[in-house]
Antibody, heavy 114, light 109 residues
Framework: EVQLVESGGGLVQPGGSLRLSCAASGFTFSNSWMNWVRQPPGRGLEWVANIKHDGSERYYVDSVEGRFTISRDNAKNSLYLQMNSLRAEDTAVYYC???????WGQGTLVTVSS | QAVVTQEPSLTVSPGGTVTLTCGSSTGAVTSGHYPYWFQQKPGQAPRTLIYDTSNKHSWTPARFSGSLLGGKAALTLSGAQPEDEAEYHCLLSYSGVGVFGGGTKLTVL
């Protein structure tokens, strides 16, 4: 079964850092582009970042450029999102998704609040 | 970055047909934007219905179809069912960077 499982969410103070992980199984992770997408409570989806299968290309939404870093470890079938200088507006459920957005993970909630 | 626009809300009668659209602030939407359509129900993760304009996944009901229409990406639902009531999101790609629309709340009534 193709599956993605996010972890690492939680409560963090403004200005703090958090690292999200996404564990992949059931497909050849090292051949797949991967995405992070977020959804603030009660709002729409926002694409955050993606990374090529070998890590050689990465793209970000303007609002996280310079603060967030997407990375991957193909040996561990894992995707990461390092989030620094967090702001209240980064509060959201964060989803990882394989290329073609198939599948999505179940999401992990990040809350930025003092 | 570009702004992607969707109708905030639409209503369709059971058995009826409705078309949701997805426009781009940069001009006409083309196949090069690789349009995606997602369905999301309350409390659930999104589910991909359409990718690359018109391609369906194995779980996509046949009553959903994707196309380009009048310079926009379009999702047409033919023969709406009560279970199709949901939020629908489109995504366009701009040279590797994705941008979602604001979502369309579809009511089947």
């Amino acid at each position: 079964e193709v599956q993605l499982v996010e972890s690492g969410g939680g409560l963090v103070q403004p200005g703090g850092s958090l690292r999200l992980s996404c564990a992949a199984s059931g497909f050849t992770f090292s051949n797949s582009w991967m995405n992070w997408v977020r959804q603030p409570p009660g709002r729409g989806l926002e694409w955050v970042a993606n990374i090529k299968h070998d890590g050689s290309e990465r793209y970000y939404v303007d609002s996280v450029e310079g603060r967030f870093t997407i990375s991957r470890d193909n040996a561990k079938n894992s995707l990461y999102l390092q989030m620094n200088s967090l702001r209240a507006e980064d509060t959201a459920v964060y989803y990882c998704a394989r290329e073609k957005f198939n599948p999505w993970g179940q999401g992990t909630l990040v809350t930025v609040s003092s | 970055q570009a702004v992607v626009t969707q109708e905030p809300s639409l209503t369709v009668s059971p058995g009826g047909t409705v078309t949701l659209t997805c426009g781009s602030s940069t001009g006409a939407v083309t196949s090069g934007h690789y349009p995606y359509w997602f369905q999301q129900k309350p409390g659930q993760a999104p589910r991909t219905l359409i990718y690359d304009t018109s391609n369906k996944h194995s779980w996509t009901p046949a009553r959903f179809s994707g196309s380009l229409l009048g310079g926009k990406a379009a999702l047409t639902l033919s023969g709406a069912q009560p279970e199709d009531e949901a939020e629908y999101h489109c995504l366009l790609s701009y040279s590797g960077v994705g941008v979602f629309g604001g979502g369309t709340k579809l009511t089947v009534l």
